[in-house]
């Protein structure tokens, strides 16, 4: 088990931010992966085919794209603390990427590669000026997938921190991390447990604790910076869940939440291995509800490998939605350190 401890100076001084690269790196890692939450249904929709196109024709943000989307250990150039609060913005998180020497940025990357749970291919990191080339390419992401969408992600990030706030002012810190994650929780009276893998303990300093929630559907990972402190990344999960469309609260009752994660998660291909890295459940876990779901021929196997059928496909898809008034047309917006771990968790 991992432990983030805090002393009573720092728990004083743990805040919650918002962080555009870690809204980055999520969508990137949602748009790869065919994972959304079921609030981003749409968002995915419109963009899932161009960003499979761009893939083909980038192979710098294909190989990352990969990465991402298959690693216990987020590579540290992409996991930043946010240094401005709720109001922190993209380009201040990007620019720490353009200080970090090409050898430090490949140490990290190798970690990552590592603790792949599939064959990496590495070839795409090449050349010099990393730093650059991965700020470039996180800004061009962010411009064309998250900025056009940030104003509702905002809204729904704002009104988690709320949540998460009122909690911490009622009953204290204990009960405002219940239920961030799977992962993490409240052990006695200084620490939370961050990772149930055995690892050393993290002394979180005297400025304190970021909390950070994101749009993706699941996973937390731990940022750290010498300048910037620690800041724990974790999925928003109050507020994608009372933006979740009837159709899949209808399915959920009907077959159960997990079974419902997985017969998502089968838009793309995977093995009962994938399966259980990628939603952080056991191998038994997911075998039990495997064979219920392919008893319902909601899901097909070849080769060990399974496959939504079409009565699945039917099932998931979602009832047509009314435009949403709220909603930002997309624009060209102009120009404008997590480290490791996640479950995507630290080791």
């Given at each position: 088990m991992t432990l983030l401890r805090l002393n009573s100076l720092a728990l004083s001084r743990s805040r919650f931010a918002l962080s555009p690269l870690a809204e980055t790196v999520g969508a990137i890692i949602s748009l790869r992966r065919g994972q959304p939450d079921p609030w981003l249904y749409a968002w995915y929709r419109r963009h899932q085919l161009p960003f499979n196109r761009r893939l083909e024709q980038d192979p710098f943000l294909s190989g990352l794209a990969d990465l991402l989307s298959a690693t216990k250990w987020l590579p540290d150039v992409v996991v930043l603390p946010p240094s401005g609060g709720m109001n922190t913005a993209l380009a201040d998180e990007l620019d720490p990427m353009l200080t970090m020497t090409d050898r430090e940025i490949c140490a990290g990357l190798e970690v990552a590669i590592e603790h792949c749970w599939i064959d990496h291919d590495p070839s795409w990191i090449r050349g010099r000026d990393l730093g650059t080339r991965f700020a470039a390419v996180l800004q061009s992401v962010w411009n064309e997938y998250v900025a056009p969408d940030w104003p509702r992600r905002r809204r729904a990030l704002e009104q988690e921190v709320i949540y998460r706030a009122g909690l911490l002012a009622a009953y204290g810190w204990p009960r405002a991390l219940d239920g961030m994650?799977?992962?993490?929780?409240?052990i006695g009276a200084d620490s939370i447990k961050f990772s149930g893998q055995s690892g050393a303990d993290v002394h979180v300093?005297?400025?304190?604790?970021?909390?950070?929630p994101v749009t993706l559907r699941g996973g937390t990972w731990l940022c750290e910076s010498v300048t910037r402190g620690y800041a724990l990344v974790?999925?928003?999960?109050?507020?994608?869940?009372?933006?979740?469309?009837?159709?899949?609260?209808?399915?959920?009752?009907?077959?159960?939440?997990?079974?419902?994660?997985?017969?998502?998660?089968?838009?793309?291909?995977?093995?009962?291995?994938?399966?259980a890295e990628t939603l952080d459940l056991s191998l038994g876990t997911v075998g039990r509800h495997l064979r219920?779901?392919?008893?319902?021929n909601l899901i097909t196997a070849h080769k060990m490998i399974y496959h939504q059928t079409p009565r699945a496909n039917a099932l998931l898809e979602p009832p047509p939605t009314?435009?949403?008034?709220?909603?930002?047309?997309p624009t060209r917006p102009g120009p404008s350190v997590v480290k490791k771990p996640s479950a995507f968790t630290r080791p």
């Amino acid at each position: 088990m991992t432990l983030l401890r805090l002393n009573s100076l720092a728990l004083s001084r743990s805040r919650f931010a918002l962080s555009p690269l870690a809204e980055t790196v999520g969508a990137i890692i949602s748009l790869r992966r065919g994972q959304p939450d079921p609030w981003l249904y749409a968002w995915y929709r419109r963009h899932q085919l161009p960003f499979n196109r761009r893939l083909e024709q980038d192979p710098f943000l294909s190989g990352l794209a990969d990465l991402l989307s298959a690693t216990k250990w987020l590579p540290d150039v992409v996991v930043l603390p946010p240094s401005g609060g709720m109001n922190t913005a993209l380009a201040d998180e990007l620019d720490p990427m353009l200080t970090m020497t090409d050898r430090e940025i490949c140490a990290g990357l190798e970690v990552a590669i590592e603790h792949c749970w599939i064959d990496h291919d590495p070839s795409w990191i090449r050349g010099r000026d990393l730093g650059t080339r991965f700020a470039a390419v996180l800004q061009s992401v962010w411009n064309e997938y998250v900025a056009p969408d940030w104003p509702r992600r905002r809204r729904a990030l704002e009104q988690e921190v709320i949540y998460r706030a009122g909690l911490l002012a009622a009953y204290g810190w204990p009960r405002a991390l219940d239920g961030m994650s799977s992962r993490s929780k409240w052990i006695g009276a200084d620490s939370i447990k961050f990772s149930g893998q055995s690892g050393a303990d993290v002394h979180v300093g005297d400025e304190g604790l970021q909390f950070v929630p994101v749009t993706l559907r699941g996973g937390t990972w731990l940022c750290e910076s010498v300048t910037r402190g620690y800041a724990l990344v974790y999925p928003a999960r109050r507020a994608a869940t009372e933006s979740t469309p009837d159709a899949r609260l209808a399915v959920e009752q009907l077959i159960g939440r997990g079974r419902t994660r997985i017969l998502e998660a089968l838009a793309r291909p995977a093995s009962v291995t994938d399966l259980a890295e990628t939603l952080d459940l056991s191998l038994g876990t997911v075998g039990r509800h495997l064979r219920i779901l392919r008893n319902a021929n909601l899901i097909t196997a070849h080769k060990m490998i399974y496959h939504q059928t079409p009565r699945a496909n039917a099932l998931l898809e979602p009832p047509p939605t009314r435009p949403d008034p709220s909603a930002v047309p997309p624009t060209r917006p102009g120009p404008s350190v997590v480290k490791k771990p996640s479950a995507f968790t630290r080791p």
